[in-house]
């Protein structure tokens, strides 16, 4: 149940302070805007896998909601959890060019946003740092 790894809370916890250092590291006052849409061959497969997560949240929300099934949020947020730490392993955010940096910023933030609140729906704490 407190194991960093595997679907528990922590973990999710966890991916949510991890991209919080991302921030924190970047010493940016706000995430800066994604202007431009990149052709899909110009993104690493990881960033498209978390994008097309990301855009699942609001119909596994209402899905949930409908059926009284708590669970298809857990079950989301772990997947979701799982390919952000796919992403932050293939694709360095800090160190990428500034047009590359900006997108990945903004599945950060997304992706941050997401986690909160998926979490805070099932009524688990976010914490900023572990």
């Given amino acids: 149940m ?5 679907n528990t809370a ?7 302070a ?3 250092s991302i921030f924190r590291k970047s010493e940016l006052s706000e995430i800066p805007e994604c202007d ?8 690493h497969q990881t960033e498209i896998d978390l994008a097309r997560q990301l855009i699942e949240f609001g119909p596994t929300l209402e899905y949930a909601a409908s059926e009284f099934r708590p669970n298809f949020i ?7 959890a799982t390919l952000f730490a796919s992403f932050y392993e293939s694709c360095p955010v800090l160190k ?7 997108r990945r910023f903004v599945l950060c933030k997304l992706t941050a946003d997401v986690l909160r609140t998926g979490l805070n729906t099932l009524g ?6 572990m």
Avoid: T
């Avoid at 407190?2 to 595997?6: K, M, N, Q, R, V």
């Avoid at 857990?74 to 979701?80: K, V």
């Avoid at 990428?96 to 900006?102: G, L, Q, S, T, V």
């Fill in 10 to 16: 922590p973990y999710l916890q966890y991916a949510y």
């Fill in 74 to 80: 857990c079950n989301y947020l772990y997947e979701l």
């Fill in 96 to 102: 990428a060019p500034d047009e590359i940096r900006n």
């Fill in 18 to 20: 991890r991209i919080m």
């Fill in 2 to 6: 407190l194991a960093l790894d595997g």
């Fill in 36 to 43: 431009r849409l990149y052709p899909k061959d110009e993104m």
């Fill in 124 to 129: 688990i704490e976010v914490l900023d740092r």
